[in-house]
């Protein structure tokens, strides 16, 4: 369980860093990381929309997951039951914000382009 607990942490830790960079411009485009989606894609400056409008949300993508490992050590600790309840509920509030994103991010992304 600690094991789980680490890996959550460290992943929330990435997507959060990741959404900063993003909400800040700082993510450039690159083929690694980022909301890799053909609207984001088109040109450099769809993919800094998109990833400026979604950036918030990864950073709260990355919370979820952060607080879930917290909460296996805290409370779940000697019990698996409710720490692997905790680990599947952040990984799938992890997994619904980070498909948010990737919609808003769609969005802006489009926006760009039309104009």
Do not use: Y
């Not at 411009?25 to 890799?36: A, F, K």
Request: aromatic share 4%; charged share 15%; proline share 2%.
């Amino acid at each position: 369980m600690l094991t789980a607990a680490i890996v959550l942490i460290a992943g929330g830790l990435v997507v959060s860093w990741l959404g900063q960079k993003a909400a800040v411009g700082n993510l450039d485009r690159n083929w690694v990381v980022g909301i890799r989606i053909p609207s984001t894609l088109a040109s450099d400056e769809a993919w800094d929309a998109g990833h400026r409008a979604a950036g918030r949300i990864l950073i709260l993508a990355g919370s979820a997951p952060i607080i879930g490992g917290a909460l296996m050590l805290v409370v779940g600790w000697g019990r698996d039951t409710l720490a692997a309840t905790i680990a599947l509920v952040a990984c799938g509030v992890l997994v619904g914000l980070v498909l948010i994103s990737g919609r808003v991010a769609d969005r802006a992304a489009k926006a760009v382009t039309v104009s």
